[in-house]
T-cell receptor, first 114, second 114 residues
Framework: GEDVEQSLFLSVREGDSSVINCTYTDSSSTYLYWYKQEPGAGLQLLTYIFSNMDMKQDQRLTVLLNKKDKHLSLRIADTQTGDSAIYFCAESMSPDTGRRALTFGSGTRLQVQP | NAGVTQTPKFQVLKTGQSMTLQCAQDMNHNSMYWYRQDPGMGLRLIYYSASEGTTDKGEVPNGYNVSRLNKREFSLRLESAAPSQTSVYFC?????????????FGNGTRLTVT
């Protein structure tokens, strides 16, 4: 079955880079996503990567995918206090069936210290 | 822009009581979802509705029922609440079941069952 794992906590200083890591087990994953959850709010899509890509960059965000090792990372450059949140990795399931449901990791809480 | 609206925000139930969580979206999305979020476990899919008139079970459907009342509204019902259903419930919607249809989340309902 599918399983997505993340470390629970990361603390960085403002201005440093943050790297949040994720491992997944479903080799048939087609898309992998990063969502951000701020306190008291729902999840917001940050970025996604297609499984045939190695890297995707979007402003301060860089997503790296190592499909061989089933490892996904999110790098946030010049981390700001507003980046403090919980970050969820998610993978798509069974695209051939037409079903659309994501498997989420348990989330990584990013704390940015001024 | 309201997006996805969930009511209530907070609820306390006694074991055995029933209640319905309401969700409405104003983005004309076809697909809607109910997830629960538990500490250290990420989000788990309870039920989803690919389009108006259809519903399907997700990963953890036991103890829940859903109704897709119309295109806008998707409700989640607990017929006989149990302490194991203490959780934060999120409703989400997407334009379709396609893998590039990002999920838009509501702000959640925090439910405690005593």
């Amino acid at each position: 079955g599918e399983d997505v794992e993340q470390s629970l906590f990361l603390s960085v200083r403002e201005g440093d880079s943050s790297v949040i890591n994720c491992t997944y087990t479903d080799s048939s994953s087609t898309y992998l996503y990063w969502y951000k959850q701020e306190p008291g709010a729902g999840l917001q899509l940050l970025t996604y990567i297609f499984s045939n890509m190695d890297m995707k960059q979007d402003q301060r965000l860089t997503v790296l995918l190592n499909k061989k090792d089933k490892h996904l990372s999110l790098r946030i450059a010049d981390t700001q206090t507003g980046d403090s949140a919980i970050y969820f990795c998610a993978e798509s399931m069974s695209p051939d069936t037409g079903r659309r449901a994501l498997t989420f990791g348990s989330g990584t809480r990013l704390q940015v210290q001024p | 822009n309201a997006g996805v609206t969930q009511t209530p925000k907070f609820q306390v139930l006694k074991t055995g009581q029933s209640m319905t969580l309401q969700c409405a979206q104003d983005m004309n999305h076809n697909s809607m979802y109910w997830y629960r979020q538990d500490p250290g476990m990420g989000l788990r899919l309870i039920y989803y509705s690919a389009s108006e008139g259809t519903t399907d079970k997700g990963e953890v459907p036991n103890g829940y029922n859903v109704s897709r009342l119309n295109k806008r509204e998707f409700s989640l019902r607990l017929e006989s609440a149990a302490p194991s259903q203490t959780s934060v419930y999120f409703c989400a919607s997407s334009a379709g079941l396609g893998l590039l249809s990002p999920l838009h989340f509501g702000n959640g309902t925090r439910l405690t069952v005593t």
